[in-house]
């Protein structure tokens, strides 16, 4: 996003014009961020070509599905809701990843049925339940075993998922206990050694400790994997103090680890591919004055992006159009749900702003949509991409008839 003349504009169109034909609340997608994320990730380690496989949760549009899928991604799903709206997307099932720690029998099945890539199981019942489900199939599957390495990503701790105190893979001794029974059951392939250790990492000291311990517990177990899936958890910068993640210190380090262990990489980027791409349009219904502050008081809320309300996330927000005077009050950006939680940022020296003015809150593009809710009843907000000079639907604004 950028001001020209004053005005914010997303690619080649202004915040006003599409709050004006669209309605508020909107959230907008820009295509030209995308395809450079996706351009720059593959850039940064064409060295080993890993098999990308973006993260569905981060963004469920079938519609920038079908846009990612045309760089020739992948997709790392955790439901079998995710995992047809991937193949709906177009997707190569031999290029999709099952993960997460409760598959149920159901899914499990449909994800065999599908042919994809691999199933990372988490635990030693759920690979005995996938190999149950094989037999009965009369399939071979290949699948992976998540590492709990115990290394701290150094994120937040809501989505820190790499500490032994943290529900997420196994231990190297369940590990092992793992891998005998593989190696003796006729229905499972053990293929893949996976990790994840976080999300929004800034830091490449903790993917570099990850390594480290994989490394120790694949020469512990004494096999060789296919494949090596090193999840994804990169961060962006939300805010000025967020440091941008070192992208060419972490690829030294999986180099070095490519040296010793001659393994497919396999990715799981979200954050990084679509956080930057999304802003959600807003605006001012009423702006409420007391002692202390002035709350500004938008018609977007919690139910359309949950992150402040749910990690106490922050994110910048910009006018429309810009103004030379400032406020002296501090601003508080409110929703109109009734939780105290439903605020997105406490703001000094805003400019003056005006009931019936736009906002645009930035970097929305993942966990914005995807943790939505029609929480207090209120309908999801309109899904659009601009292209330029184009604006396309991607999904309409719900209608409290689509519901109710």
């Given at each position: 996003?950028?001001?020209?003349?004053?005005?914010?504009?997303?690619?080649?169109?202004?915040?006003?014009?599409?709050?004006?034909?669209?309605?508020?609340?909107?959230?907008?997608?820009?295509?030209?961020?995308?395809?450079?994320?996706?351009?720059?990730?593959?850039?940064?380690?064409?060295?080993?070509?890993?098999?990308?496989?973006?993260?569905?949760?981060?963004?469920?549009?079938?519609?920038?599905?079908?846009?990612?899928?045309?760089?020739?991604?992948?997709?790392?799903?955790?439901?079998?809701?995710?995992?047809?709206?991937?193949?709906?997307?177009?997707?190569?099932?031999?290029?999709?990843?099952?993960?997460?720690?409760?598959?149920?029998?159901?899914?499990?099945?449909?994800?065999?049925?599908?042919?994809?890539?691999?199933?990372?199981?988490?635990?030693?019942?759920?690979?005995?339940?996938?190999?149950?489900?094989?037999?009965?199939?009369?399939?071979?599957?290949?699948?992976?075993?998540?590492?709990?390495?115990?290394?701290?990503?150094?994120?937040?701790?809501?989505?820190?998922?790499?500490?032994?105190?943290?529900?997420?893979?196994?231990?190297?001794?369940?590990?092992?206990?793992?891998?005998?029974?593989?190696?003796?059951s006729k229905n499972?392939?053990?293929?893949?050694?996976?990790?994840?250790?976080?999300?929004?990492?800034?830091?490449?000291?903790?993917?570099?400790?990850?390594?480290?311990?994989?490394?120790?517990?694949?020469?512990?177990?004494?096999?060789?994997?296919?494949?090596?899936?090193?999840?994804?958890?990169?961060?962006?910068?939300?805010?000025?103090?967020?440091?941008?993640?070192?992208?060419?210190?972490?690829?030294?380090?999986i180099k070095k680890?490519?040296?010793?262990h001659n393994s497919?990489?396999?990715?799981?980027?979200?954050?990084?591919?679509?956080?930057?791409?999304?802003?959600?349009?807003?605006?001012?219904?009423?702006?409420?004055?007391?002692?202390?502050?002035?709350?500004?008081?938008?018609?977007?809320?919690?139910?359309?992006?949950?992150?402040?309300?749910?990690?106490?996330?922050?994110?910048?927000?910009?006018?429309?159009?810009?103004?030379?005077?400032?406020?002296?009050?501090?601003?508080?950006?409110?929703?109109?749900?009734?939780?105290?939680?439903?605020?997105?940022?406490?703001?000094?020296?805003?400019?003056?702003?005006?009931?019936?003015?736009?906002?645009?809150?930035?970097?929305?593009?993942?966990?914005?949509?995807?943790?939505?809710?029609?929480?207090?009843?209120?309908?999801?907000?309109?899904?659009?991409?601009?292209?330029?000079?184009?604006?396309?639907?991607?999904?309409?604004?719900?209608?409290?008839?689509?519901?109710?």
């Amino acid at each position: 996003m950028k001001y020209h003349k004053k005005k914010l504009f997303i690619e080649n169109i202004s915040v006003e014009n599409i709050a004006k034909k669209y309605g508020t609340p909107a959230y907008c997608y820009s295509y030209k961020l995308l395809k450079e994320n996706i351009l720059k990730f593959k850039k940064n380690f064409k060295a080993f070509s890993p098999i990308i496989c973006f993260a569905v949760k981060a963004n469920t549009n079938l519609n920038l599905l079908k846009e990612i899928k045309k760089f020739g991604l992948g997709a790392d799903v955790v439901s079998m809701g995710e995992l047809m709206t991937a193949t709906k997307a177009g997707i190569n099932a031999k290029k999709i990843v099952f993960s997460g720690v409760g598959k149920t029998s159901k899914e499990i099945a449909y994800a065999i049925e599908k042919k994809i890539l691999l199933i990372n199981a988490e635990s030693e019942n759920e690979v005995r339940e996938i190999d149950r489900i094989a037999k009965l199939k009369k399939q071979k599957v290949q699948i992976g075993v998540r590492l709990n390495p115990n290394t701290d990503a150094k994120t937040l701790n809501q989505i820190s998922t790499g500490k032994k105190e943290n529900k997420f893979g196994v231990n190297s001794n369940t590990l092992k206990k793992i891998l005998d029974f593989c190696i003796k059951s006729k229905n499972i392939e053990l293929k893949c050694l996976s990790v994840h250790i976080g999300s929004q990492i800034l830091d490449h000291k903790p993917y570099g400790k990850m390594l480290s311990v994989l490394n120790k517990v694949i020469k512990k177990i004494n096999y060789k994997f296919d494949y090596i899936d090193l999840g994804g958890g990169m961060g962006i910068t939300y805010n000025q103090n967020n440091k941008k993640l070192d992208y060419k210190k972490y690829n030294k380090e999986i180099k070095k680890f490519l040296k010793k262990h001659n393994s497919k990489i396999i990715f799981e980027p979200g954050r990084s591919i679509v956080g930057d791409i999304g802003s959600l349009i807003s605006q001012i219904i009423y702006i409420k004055k007391n002692d202390r502050k002035d709350f500004i008081i938008l018609d977007t809320a919690m139910n359309d992006l949950m992150r402040p309300a749910l990690y106490g996330a922050t994110h910048k927000i910009l006018p429309s159009i810009k103004k030379n005077q400032r406020s002296f009050r501090t601003y508080e950006f409110v929703g109109p749900i009734c939780e105290t939680t439903d605020k997105f940022s406490t703001i000094k020296n805003f400019q003056k702003l005006e009931e019936k003015d736009f906002i645009t809150i930035c970097d929305v593009g993942a966990y914005g949509m995807s943790l939505s809710s029609n929480y207090n009843q209120r309908p999801k907000p309109i899904e659009l991409l601009i292209k330029g000079s184009k604006i396309k639907v991607i999904k309409k604004r719900q209608r409290l008839k689509d519901f109710i």
